[in-house]
Structure formats: structure tokens, C-alpha cells
């Protein structure tokens, strides 16, 4: 198992868990490029790109864990420590304080990916960490947070990502619009995810190298932007619903891709 910290437990009042408590705060993240990894999936990435500064973990957890921690040097916390740092409703008793891994928007595009998603102003957490999972798992080469969007490293996003968050590159642009001509620069065809779209979704041609832009979740994507895409792309409703939420649109437009890019 990883080497725990010997003596008796950190608490919730010790200095080394109050400035990791910190990390909750988005500006305290930004300023000193750390971030919180909550859970045994979170803290298994983060130990696979070698990005950990620290592990806290309960003595229980750090036995559950023992296979996942072999190596690693553990700071051992007690329950009411670990809930402070976890935000999880049942905290898996494991957290790590993390380097940011974000890469920059033009490492991302100049690596020719050929399925990319472009995230523009996205509030929820939940919601784009459930994008980054879903374009690991359907084999796209990078994510872009975009414009307003919620921070990468909002405890709620890295979770809700599963680990993967450290699976594929991240990157951050200040400007949506910026974002779309650099994919549109290096090849790729821009595909707006657009409820009014005139193409269908199973109609087009996603063979190519893709990257698809999705909107906020309450407004969908603003008019100039959605016309810098190339397309814009509709998923048919063949029932009564008005439409499908963010994570679910994604994961079919994501899908449709991969299958057609390996077909």
C-alpha cells in the first residue's frame, strides 16, 4: 500500500487541510494552479499523469485503496477532514491536490485531432464533466471549455468526469469564436449542435475530420457564433420532447461520429 503519514490524523483545523480546503474557490485554483481530485477514479488519473502534489485519505480508505496507492506517500485525515475536502454527499475518503494539466488551445488543434468538442459558455459543472467523459469514451482528441464556461477544475466537473479528465487534453479559450477558426484552420469541419438546424444529424457526413460546437444549456449557442460554424446540425425528436439536455446531445453527435470516422 502507499506509505501513510505517520502519528495521529490530520483534522478538519489543521493548516495543511484548511489551504487544500481553499482549493474549492475558483480564483484560489487559478492563482496557484492546483486542484482538488475527489475519489478513488479522480485520484487514479491524476496518479497516471503524474500530476499529484498530495494524497489525504482516512486510515480506512487508505487500506480499500491499498492497490491504487501502492507507492505513494499518504497523508492520513480523519472523516471529518476528508468530508471538508471531498464535496461528494458520501465521500469516498480519498482526495488528492493536483497540478493543473490544462493544455493550450493551439496544442490541442495542432495535433490534427479528428474529433474535437468545443464547449462555449457551459455553466453546469456536472454538465461538462459529463461531456469530457463522454469524448474520452467515444474517442475524441480533445475537449475546449470555451467563452464563460465552467472551470475544468470545479470538484463538481472533475468529478462528474471520472477520472476522465486526465484522458484527453483540456483546454481553455477565453474566446468561443477564436476556438472555431482555430479547429476551422487546421481542417476541420465545424458542426454547431443546433435544435433549428437544417441538416439532420443521421443525414450528414461525418466522416471527416469533425469538431463539434455545443451552446449553453439554458440558451443554446449565441446567433454569431452559430454562424461561424460550417453546418448546423439538428438531432431529429421523434417524440414530444422539446429537446434533449447538453450531456445527452453530445453523446449522440459524439457517437455518430466515432462510428462514421471508423466505419
Not at 46 to 61: I, K, P, Q
Amino acid at each position: 500500500m502507499g506509505t501513510p503519514s505517520a502519528g495521529t490524523p490530520l483534522t478538519v483545523g489543521s493548516t495543511r487541510v484548511k489551504e487544500a480546503r481553499k482549493l474549492s474557490r475558483r480564483s484560489v485554483r487559478t492563482e496557484r494552479r492546483l486542484f482538488l481530485a475527489d475519489g478513488p477514479k479522480a485520484v487514479e488519473g491524476a496518479l497516471s499523469v503524474d500530476c499529484v502534489v498530495e494524497v489525504f485519505a482516512t486510515s480506512h480508505a487508505a487500506h480499500q485503496y491499498a492497490d491504487l496507492l501502492d507507492g505513494t506517500d499518504v497523508t492520513l485525515v480523519d472523516d471529518r477532514a476528508i468530508a471538508a475536502l471531498s464535496d461528494a454527499v458520501t465521500p469516498a475518503g480519498v482526495v488528492a491536490v493536483c497540478h493543473h494539466i490544462d493544455a493550450p488551445l493551439e496544442h490541442v488543434v495542432r495535433a490534427s485531432p479528428r474529433l474535437l468538442v468545443i464547449c462555449a459558455d457551459v455553466r453546469d459543472p456536472g454538465n461538462a464533466g459529463t461531456v469530457i467523459r463522454t469524448a474520452d469514451a467515444a474517442g475524441a482528441d480533445g475537449v475546449v471549455l470555451a467563452g464563460q464556461s465552467v472551470d475544468a477544475y470545479n470538484p463538481k466537473t472533475v468529478r462528474a468526469s471520472v477520472g476522465s479528465l486526465f484522458h484527453l487534453p483540456v483546454a481553455r479559450a477565453t474566446d468561443a469564436a477564436e476556438a472555431v477558426r482555430a479547429a476551422q484552420a487546421r481542417g476541420l469541419r465545424v458542426l454547431a449542435a443546433d435544435g433549428a438546424g437544417d441538416l439532420d444529424l443521421f443525414d450528414a457526413d461525418l466522416s471527416g475530420p469533425t469538431a463539434w460546437l455545443f451552446g449553453n444549456e439554458a440558451w443554446g449557442l449565441p446567433e454569431e457564433l452559430a454562424a461561424l460554424a460550417d453546418e448546423r446540425v439538428a438531432i431529429p425528436i421523434h417524440g414530444r420532447a422539446e429537446s434533449l439536455n447538453l450531456s445527452t446531445a453530445a453523446a449522440v453527435c459524439l457517437y455518430a461520429s466515432a462510428r462514421a470516422q471508423r466505419a
